[in-house]
């Protein structure tokens, strides 16, 4: 079965957000009154997976061996099956 994995990737609590902080200043400036901005990354992967259980535990691996640093970031998994 083919699976396409979209992982959301957010810093952790209390983390800086650089990007995040240069885009509120940003829209300060530009007259745009904003609370707080936060950045996140996502990517989308197609893979081939007997099941969406094994699917979703080889992206979980790849998050944690090099899309995601555990220590600072928090990340979610969406899957679906393509047809």
């Given at each position: 079965m083919q699976y396409q994995a979209t992982v959301t990737?957010?810093?952790k609590a209390g983390?800086?957000?650089p990007e995040g902080t240069t885009a509120k200043r940003a829209l300060g400036h530009l007259g745009?009154?904003?609370?707080?901005?936060?950045t996140a990354?996502?990517?989308?992967?197609v893979l081939e997976a007997e099941s969406a259980e094994v699917a979703k535990q080889k992206v979980d691996e790849m998050c944690q061996k090099l899309i995601a640093n555990p220590i600072?970031?928090?990340?979610?998994?969406?899957?679906?099956?393509?047809?």
């Amino acid at each position: 079965m083919q699976y396409q994995a979209t992982v959301t990737i957010e810093q952790k609590a209390g983390m800086l957000d650089p990007e995040g902080t240069t885009a509120k200043r940003a829209l300060g400036h530009l007259g745009y009154a904003v609370e707080s901005v936060k950045t996140a990354k996502l990517y989308e992967l197609v893979l081939e997976a007997e099941s969406a259980e094994v699917a979703k535990q080889k992206v979980d691996e790849m998050c944690q061996k090099l899309i995601a640093n555990p220590i600072i970031h928090n990340y979610t998994i969406e899957l679906k099956e393509l047809k």
